[in-house]
């Protein structure tokens, strides 16, 4: 059973506008929540984080909002620009000592277009 | 940052075949994760290592093994390759784990014919 859900696989929006991805889990325990970026052919790489104490970060343009009773979070990037185009995976962490890992999302693919 | 670095970015195997994936970090931390990702499962974790010589099995541990004889080093091993493990392999080293990051090498396109 998966317990880091992207539903939508993918996303289209015009450059300027806002581009709004959204990831549910399952585990309450799960501490941080991670947002990674992903071009072809290259490794994700780290986009912005979340503790599960706070409800909102903020990094340029691009915000995380945390829902903890929803069990929700949401990636918001604004304005949306072209090299933005990419698949952004969810993911949460379980286990916050030495032997956690990352649970990842399906990921989400976003085309923004000029 | 962590710099991670995969050793090969493109493999061509055949099936039956022992397959070696290297992974090297250049920072001193102890947690390594190998993920695979294939397209519509996103990332799935195969195995990953909290320090040297200790090894824990991810969500999908079949098919693979693992070996960690030095902390920069994190090397999987497809014992015998199956067209099924044809993916894109993706190793990651725990840069700022304190808050969960990661910090992934550039991946290794693995294909078995």
């Known amino acids: 059973d998966q317990q880091v859900k992207q539903n939508s696989p993918s996303l289209s929006v015009q450059e300027g506008r806002i581009s709004i991805l959204n990831c549910d889990y399952t585990n309450s325990m799960f501490d941080y929540f991670l947002w990674y970026k992903k071009y072809p052919a290259e490794g994700p790489t780290f986009l912005i984080s979340i503790s599960s104490i706070k409800d909102k970060n903020e990094d340029g343009r691009f915000t995380v909002f945390l829902n903890k009773s929803a069990k929700h979070l949401s990636l918001h990037i604004v304005p949306s620009q072209p090299g933005d185009s990419a698949v952004y995976f969810c993911?949460?962490?379980?286990?916050?000592?030495?032997?956690?890992?990352?649970?990842f999302g399906k990921g989400t693919k976003l085309s923004v277009k000029p | 940052d962590v710099k991670v670095t995969q050793s090969s970015r493109y493999l061509v195997k055949r099936t039956g075949e022992k397959v070696f994936l290297e992974c090297v970090q250049d920072?001193?931390?102890?947690?390594m994760f190998w993920y695979r990702q294939d397209p519509g499962l996103g990332l799935r974790l195969i195995y990953f290592s909290y320090d040297v010589k200790m090894k824990e099995k991810g969500d999908i541990p079949e098919g693979y093994s693992v070996s960690r004889e030095k902390k920069e080093r994190f090397s999987l091993i497809l014992e015998s390759a199956s067209t099924n493990q044809t993916s894109m392999y993706l190793c990651a080293g725990a840069g700022r784990w304190a808050s969960g990051e990661l910090f992934f090498g550039e991946g290794s396109r693995l294909t078995v014919l």
């Open positions: 920072m001193d931390h102890e947690n």
């Open positions: 993911a949460a962490r379980q286990g916050g000592g030495s032997q956690g890992n990352l649970i």
